[in-house]
């Protein structure tokens, strides 16, 4: 997936690395021009030389918060940026404020995939350019006895991991993950085949039942 015309330009803004990285995953292998500030100092020091049409802001930064830097580039500036507010605190779209925040430009963590690529198209008024349609991922093969003895999966808390991140589409992630695996733990390696070849195939439904019957086995034994 993608989208036509000229490359756009985002900034993301968020004190934590890990919240810049998830977003930076997402966008840049869309096609976006994608760069990040831990601040939001940096982020008005950034503004001017990047010219972003687009700003993802964290609200809940230590010494100069989400507000105050909107309202920075809003006052000092002059600009009326596209600004979109990552939280993690839903009761924050409810805030009455003077920067033409709306509820609408309010995303809640985490993250989820598709409202966040919705949200971009509708503000930019972006036309998209989907993938080619790909073959439907085989179903995982019937494993005989003694592929059963052998078939290892990983811990309940990778198996949440890697439910998250389905549910938030972050296949990169996922697809980061279970290259990890492989590279520790080989008796893995018919369940990290499984999930790899879901995630080639974009078949996030069907990773998700598959690892939450994985998870009922689990409870089960």
Not at 55 to 84: C, Y
Not at 123 to 146: D, F, G, T, V
Request: net charge negative; charged share 30%.
């Amino acid at each position: 997936i993608g989208y036509k015309g000229p490359t756009r330009k985002i900034l993301v803004v968020d004190n934590e690395p890990v919240d810049r990285e998830l977003l930076i995953n997402i966008l840049e292998p869309l096609g976006f021009d994608v760069k990040e500030a831990a601040s939001g100092a940096e982020c008005l020091q950034l503004y001017p030389q990047f010219q972003p049409e687009i700003i993802f802001m964290d609200l809940a930064m230590p010494e100069m918060d989400g507000w105050e830097t909107i309202h920075l580039i809003r006052n000092i500036h002059r600009s009326n940026v596209l600004i979109g507010i990552i939280s993690a605190n839903a009761f924050d779209r409810n805030l009455e404020n003077s920067s033409g925040i709306s509820d609408k430009d309010f995303i809640i963590k985490p993250v989820n995939l598709l409202e966040l690529i919705n949200w971009i198209g509708e503000r930019l008024n972006l036309e998209w350019i989907e993938a080619e349609p790909q073959a439907k991922a085989p179903e995982p093969k019937k494993l005989s006895a003694l592929e059963n003895q052998h078939y290892q999966v990983p811990p309940r808390d990778v198996l949440n991991q890697l439910l998250d991140m389905i549910d938030m589409g972050y296949v990169v992630g996922v697809r980061k993950l279970i290259s990890e695996l492989e590279e520790q733990e080989t008796d893995y390696q018919l369940f990290i085949n499984d999930i790899r070849r879901m995630s080639d195939h974009f078949e996030l439904e069907s990773m998700k039942q598959f690892i939450e019957d994985k998870l009922k086995a689990l409870t089960d034994v």
